[in-house]
């Protein structure tokens, strides 16, 4: 079936510090890869996607590569600021019968102390 | 464009009451999903939508939900009778027909039900 992993959270870190927050996915196909982030009080919002294996997405120093051997989609950031606390979800889309729909993680919480 | 707009922000009910939380789209997206957050069971699809129809509402709890799509700019999801339990943030989100478009989160609806 189609499913999201991602690791639990949370996860707090000092600021200017290294982000890993691990994700690995079930599917049928070859589906493309979300990371959403969802600040409080508001709706999540895409951070950056990749759509083919291989591909490297990023947005806002966040990185993230399409591993199709591993069937991971990790989510990078070097030097992570006190406005990146949110909760990060990971997401992925496949096609067939399931097309049009997403399937999330359970999310992870970081909060960066100044 | 506004985005996905949902209403009320919040909403605070008595059990057994009706609910109805309300969605607009984004223009020209082609599905229309509804989720529900809580913190015990994380981001749960309920229902989404296809051109106005409904495709998959295998996520609906029980028959006191239910969900309407209209027309291509609004959507329904009504709860009654309503329960405790049923307190949660519920979240609309549209995305259009491309297989790897992300989708767009409204704000969110605030449930308490006392």
């Known amino acids: 079936g189609n499913s999201v992993t991602q690791m639990e959270g949370p996860v707090t870190l000092s600021e200017e510090a290294f982000l890993t927050i691990n994700c690995t996915y079930t599917?049928?196909?070859?589906?493309?890869l979300f990371w959403y982030v969802q600040y409080p009080g508001e709706g999540l919002q895409l951070l950056l996607k990749a759509t083919k294996a291989d591909d490297k997405g990023s947005n806002k120093g966040f990185e993230a590569t399409y591993r199709k051997e591993t069937t991971s989609f990790h989510l990078e950031k070097g030097s992570v600021q006190v406005s990146d606390s949110a909760v990060y979800f990971c997401?992925?889309?496949?096609?067939?019968?399931?097309?049009?729909?997403?399937?999330f993680g359970r999310g992870t919480q970081l909060t960066v102390w100044p | 464009d506004a985005g996905v707009i949902q209403s009320p922000r919040h909403e605070v009910t008595e059990m057994g009451q009706e609910v109805t939380l309300r969605c607009k789209p984004i223009s020209g997206h082609d599905y229309l999903f509804w989720y529900r957050q809580t913190m015990m069971r994380g981001l749960e699809l309920l229902i989404y939508?296809?051109?106005?129809?409904?495709?998959?509402d295998s996520g609906m709890p029980e028959d006191r939900f239910s969900a309407k799509m209209p027309n291509a700019s609004f959507s329904t999801l009504k709860i009654q009778p309503s329960e405790p339990r049923d307190s949660a943030v519920y979240f609309c989100a549209s995305r259009g027909q491309i297989d790897n478009s992300p989708l767009h989160f409204g704000n969110g609806t605030r449930l308490t039900v006392t």
């Open positions: 599917a049928t196909g070859y589906p493309s």
């Open positions: 939508f296809n051109n106005n129809v409904p495709i998959d």
């Open positions: 997401a992925q889309g496949s096609g067939g019968s399931t097309l049009g729909r997403l399937y």
